[in-house]
């Protein structure tokens, strides 16, 4: 979710990941780079809706770098000092959707699904909204922030408290993230969690 212009799933497909990718992407600019990479690919799907807790219309602000930053919260002027090219330039209506009624339209039957979320600040909202398909995911990747960029944006110690706690997940790694360039201080990362019953699997 929040696939942006695809390059997560270009680096998978590059990395020799050959099963199924489904992409969530709202905005209509990325979306159709999205879609151009996408189209050779019989095995990505590119779904155009915003997803969190709740089904209806959403309103994005657009991040000035390329969408890359771009939110459903307003944001923090800490994040704006860090990354001005970062700031928001406008808005646009997107549809939002519930990952709990549009799951069997992204998830095959008996599909392992390792969820990737791209969301800013957004997380808890699309985790709320997969409802009990939370616990069916074998495993996460989740941006977490170590100090508010977004208005009510999720925090390590929260995403921590979600991911571990409520949706039984280990945590397997963290990925360095964005980094204030005036004072050298992360102020976020990814966190990458799995279930015990698939690591189990890895190592058998």
């Not at 991040?63 to 307003?74: R, T």
Request: charged share 20%.
């Amino acid at each position: 979710m929040g696939a942006n212009t695809g390059d997560y799933g270009t680096m998978l497909r590059h990395s020799g990941y050959r099963g199924r990718i489904v992409s969530f992407e709202p905005l209509s600019g990325p979306a159709a780079e999205l879609r151009r990479r996408a189209r050779s690919d019989r095995l990505w799907s590119v779904l155009p809706y915003a997803l969190g807790d709740r089904s209806g219309t959403g309103t994005i602000n657009v991040a000035a770098n390329a969408g890359a930053s771009s939110s459903l919260l307003p944001m923090h002027a800490r994040h704006t000092r860090a990354a001005p090219h970062a700031r928001y330039v406008g808005t646009e209506s997107v549809p939002l959707r519930r990952l709990d009624e549009v799951w069997h339209e992204a998830v095959e039957p008996g599909g392992r699904v390792f969820l990737k979320l791209d969301v800013q600040g957004y997380e808890a909202h699309v985790l709320r909204g997969a409802g009990a398909y939370a616990k069916e995911c074998t495993g996460l990747q989740v941006e977490a922030s170590f100090v508010p960029l977004y208005e009510g944006g999720l925090l390590f110690s929260d995403a921590l408290a979600l991911t571990q706690g409520e949706l039984g997940l280990t945590l397997m790694a963290t990925l360095p993230g964005f980094i204030d360039p005036g004072t050298g201080q992360m102020l976020q990362c990814d966190l990458v969690l799995f279930r015990d019953s698939a690591r189990g699997n890895a190592r058998s």
